[in-house]
């Protein structure tokens, strides 16, 4: 749903003391960050998880490239003043 899992651990992998899951996951950057997931538990019952990001890429809007934000792009042309 989010992206490809790469890694999780021992709690969450054993399914012990489960306060939170903790997982590795490849995404796409070009992709939107979804703030929730729905499943199914293991009574049937349908479950929404909010999702938290440790990290996240930021992106120039302007330039279309990772690193930066369009506020402190170089690229970008000077607003003129007069």
């Given at each position: 749903?989010?992206?490809?899992?790469i890694?999780?651990?021992?709690f969450?992998k054993?399914?012990?003391?489960?306060r939170?899951?903790?997982?590795?996951?490849?995404?796409?950057?070009?992709?939107?960050?979804?703030?929730?997931?729905?499943?199914?538990s293991?009574?049937?019952?349908l479950?929404?998880?909010?999702?938290?990001?440790?990290?996240?890429?930021i992106?120039?809007?302007?330039?279309?490239?990772?690193?930066?934000?369009?506020?402190?792009c170089?690229?970008?042309?000077?607003i003129?003043?007069?």
């Amino acid at each position: 749903m989010l992206g490809v899992p790469i890694k999780n651990d021992k709690f969450t992998k054993d399914r012990i003391m489960l306060r939170y899951a903790r997982l590795v996951i490849d995404i796409e950057l070009n992709e939107d960050f979804q703030e929730y997931i729905d499943f199914a538990s293991e009574h049937k019952v349908l479950i929404r998880q909010p999702v938290i990001y440790e990290w996240k890429a930021i992106q120039c809007k302007h330039y279309k490239m990772y690193g930066h934000l369009k506020e402190d792009c170089r690229k970008k042309k000077p607003i003129r003043q007069e």
